[in-house]
């Protein structure tokens, strides 16, 4: 079955501890993103990768690493997490410009 | 950068009746226009879709209308069922020669009434 997973789903953590949001798809999709999502302010993109070894920022990077190392993994990495970092994240990937995206099913992240 | 409105932000239909949501997009080159839904707790999923290169697509109930010259774009539900309470994204996709960024509307909240 063709899908995104996300790992973990739920996470509770505090501030300052390193967390990282595992993302794979089995697609052989070349385009993968993360995204945030917070009531009234719809997704937002925080990096995106369009191959392997290349990474860009989307609209609110900052404080969040990616990696991509190899085709099917899109690791999300928050190296000192904050409060403002608590949310609702989404990755997905797409296997070519102008084609609809595949969400994974979200990781509710909680900083306290 | 590119920025896209979504309109409304909460719209209540009758059961049986049309649905509209707008979206405007600012950069012209956008060329690409995806549709999600969410239902509560789970991921958006793609609804429909449309390229700058098509004016109108329809998909059973479902149709978007794309004008690219006043850079809007509207999803049409008709006959509205219960199931089609969710919320519904808008987003625009460009294409550069070495990037691909695609930006989300904020979302509308759309629930039918019995």
């Known amino acids: 079955e063709a899908q995104v997973t996300q790992n973990p789903r739920y996470l509770i953590t505090v501030t300052g501890k390193k967390l990282t949001v595992t993302c794979s798809q089995n697609?052989?999709?070349?385009?993968m993103s993360w995204y945030r999502q917070d009531p009234g302010l719809g997704l937002r993109q925080i990096y995106y990768s369009m191959n392997v070894e290349v990474t860009d920022k989307g609209d609110v990077p900052e404080g969040y690493k990616v990696s991509r190392k190899e085709k099917r993994n899109f690791p999300l990495i928050l190296e000192s997490p904050s409060p403002n970092q608590t949310s609702l994240y989404f990755c997905?990937?797409?296997?070519?410009?102008?084609?609809?995206?595949?969400f994974g099913d979200g990781t509710r992240l909680s900083i306290l | 950068g590119e920025n896209v409105e979504q309109h409304p932000s909460t719209l209540s239909v009758q059961e049986g009746d049309s649905a509209v949501i707008k979206c405007t997009y600012s950069?012209?080159?956008?060329?690409?226009f995806p549709w999600y839904k969410q239902e509560l707790g789970k991921r958006p999923q793609l609804i429909i879709d449309?390229?700058?290169?098509?004016g109108e697509k329809k998909d059973q109930r479902i149709a978007v209308t794309l004008n690219k010259t006043a850079k809007h774009f509207s999803l049409h539900i008709t006959e509205t069922q219960p199931e089609d309470s969710a919320v519904y994204f808008c987003a625009a996709s460009i294409r550069g020669w070495r990037d691909d960024k695609i930006i989300f509307g904020k979302g509308t909240r759309l629930h039918i009434l019995p």
């Open positions: 997905a990937s797409k296997g070519a410009s102008n084609q609809p995206q595949h």
């Open positions: 697609m052989n999709h070349e385009y």
């Open positions: 950069d012209s080159a956008s060329n690409y």
């Open positions: 449309i390229r700058s290169n098509v």
